[in-house]
């Protein structure tokens, strides 16, 4: 009899916490980096992150709104911004040190995931007043983003999408779709603080303006365009670079193949508001509505 009162205890206390605190709001920060046509090592484009070069990692940070509906689901919404880049200079693959080419991306990132929690520690300590807790999740969903390549050229960035370097006019909103791992805590049921990790694959391979082949000069639109489209020439005539016929119109300036991704790993924090959901009040509303007890001021009416 004991050992069945003690699993009502948990469980009735664990729904209770639960229907309280369905809300919180935050944010992030944290680091961010990407992968596509910039990066690696001595050897052709690999898979995953193989690509990725730590030296260009840089800052992202955000806002969220997270509802919890049930113990084991959850939906977030956020905005962030991320800024990625990318440098030939850094590499050591000939063929991608000899183009030459580099960006920065300011990326404005707005998602909708759901969280499915598969670790869930309601009572840390074992208090039996479930005021901290720890969960772990993982999460998908579905986002949309503006995406803004720029280079640096004559001392000052230049936007590169108005320019069309490779001759085609791709969108600055992109689709994305966002998925990953992540764990918080809940402290005093009023506190959050966790991480998260997040990989959005895209839509796009122009996060960074290149994708495909050089174009023939005459088709760019200005002489700004022809100078950022074939960056080769700045490079002079160095043993250290591939051959120059690699990068001759209709030669390969990108992997048209691949779409380019991007991935954060951020610290975050949330406030906790409480509430009653709707499961609450049918249950405890009646025990714990204190109104209903008051003794009233106003005089009988007999």
């Known amino acids: 009899m004991r050992k069945l009162l003690m699993i009502f205890v948990l469980v009735t206390g664990s729904i209770s916490a639960y229907s309280q605190y369905v809300w919180d709001f935050g944010g992030h920060v944290g680091a961010s980096n990407y992968l596509g046509e910039m990066g690696g090592k001595a050897d052709t484009r690999k898979n995953l992150i193989a690509d990725l070069k730590l030296s260009k990692t840089q800052l992202t940070l955000g806002g969220f709104a997270r509802y919890q509906f049930s113990p084991y689901v ?67 969903g579905v ?32 689709a994305s779709v966002p998925v990953g791992l992540g764990f ?36 760019l639109s200005s002489q700004e365009a022809i100078a950022l489209a074939n960056r080769r020439g700045e490079l002079g005539n160095t043993s250290s670079v591939a051959d120059p016929k690699n990068y001759i119109p209709g030669a390969k300036r990108g992997d048209p193949t691949h779409n380019d991704s991007y991935l954060s790993s951020s610290i975050t924090y949330s406030y906790i508001i409480r509430g009653r959901s709707a499961f609450y009040v049918s249950k405890y509303g009646n025990v714990f509505n204190q109104n209903k007890y008051k003794k009233s001021n106003k005089p009988a009416k007999f």
């Open 184 to 219: 918080y805590f809940s402290i005093d049921k009023k506190h959050r603080i966790g991480w998260e990790f997040n990989w959005r694959t895209t839509f796009s391979d122009y996060l960074d303006d290149v994708s495909s082949v050089y174009v023939d000069p005459s088709k």
């Open 143 to 174: 986002g949309a983003l503006y995406s803004n390549p720029k280079t640096h050229y004559n001392g000052s960035w230049v936007a590169l999408q108005p320019l069309q370097t490779e001759g085609v006019h791709y969108s600055k909103f992109v």
């Open 74 to 140: 959850a939906a977030k919404v956020g905005i962030d911004w991320v800024r990625i880049g990318g440098d030939d200079y850094l590499s050591t693959n000939k063929g991608r040190a000899g183009r030459n080419l580099s960006f920065q991306n300011d990326i404005i990132d707005m998602e909708l995931t759901a969280q499915v929690f598969f670790v869930d520690i309601p009572d840390l300590g074992h208090t039996f007043r479930y005021s901290n807790d720890f969960k772990m999740y993982a999460f998908a």
